[in-house]
Structure formats: structure tokens, C-alpha cells
């Protein structure tokens, strides 16, 4: 079998962002996209998750998984049906939760406070 080298490797689905992925990208944090219907708004909020999403590898009760440990956005319904969604970046409570626990863990473990 010969290996081939230095030949490019053509973009594939997974690698192209998506118009919502591209919009996200555009966003900074407290900027907002109105007059959106129920599936564009669910489309923009799942680009800001995989565009600033922050994940960590987790293990609960025996399971390994990714969990998400900031939240990217906030969606309103507005009074004409339509969305609004904002570009946000705040810890979850899960985050909220395992800091804490490391800093207690430190306090124990020398004493000091943070």
C-alpha cells in the first residue's frame, strides 16, 4: 500500500460553518439577532454553542461525557412571535458548582483562602 503525501484534504460537511455558525462567529457578547422565527432561532442558538461553547470532560456516576460549562446565549419571544437572541457568556451552574468544589478542595488542603 503507498502512502501518499502533501495532497490537501478536500472540506467536508462537518467542516464548513453553517449561516447561523457564520453569524455567530460575527456576534460579541450582548449583541442580539431579532425578528427571527422558532427554528432560525433554535438554528443561531445551537451556532453560538458550537462556536463558543467551552466543554470539559466529565464522569457522573460512572459515565463519561462533555459538558457544557458556559451558556452562549439567551432566546426571548417577543410580542409579535417572533425571537430575539443575544450573545452571552456566563458560567452554568455546573461550572458554578465544580469551582467551588476545587476551591473548597484548596482551603482544605493548605489552609488558605483564595
Known amino acids: ?3 501518499d503525501k502533501s495532497i490537501p484534504v478536500p472540506p467536508g460537511k462537518s467542516g464548513v460553518l ?3 455558525s457564520e453569524t455567530a462567529l460575527r456576534m460579541e457578547i450582548g449583541d442580539s439577532v ?10 443561531l442558538v445551537a451556532g453560538l ?3 463558543y461553547g467551552k466543554k470539559k470532560f466529565t464522569q457522573t ?3 463519561k461525557k462533555y459538558r457544557f ?3 452562549t446565549s439567551r432566546a426571548v419571544k417577543q410580542d409579535d412571535g417572533t ?3 443575544w450573545r452571552v457568556d456566563m458560567p452554568t451552574k455546573y461550572a458554578d458548582l465544580k469551582t467551588d468544589q476545587i476551591l473548597d478542595f484548596h482551603q482544605q ?5 483564595t
Open 83 to 85: 425571537y430575539r437572541v
Open 1 to 3: 500500500m503507498k502512502i
Open 61 to 63: 456516576m460512572g459515565r
Open 18 to 20: 453553517g449561516r447561523y
Open 34 to 43: 431579532g425578528n427571527l422565527t422558532q427554528g432560525q432561532r433554535n438554528a
Open 109 to 113: 488542603k493548605t489552609g488558605n483562602e
Open 49 to 51: 454553542k458550537y462556536v
Open 69 to 71: 460549562m458556559n451558556k
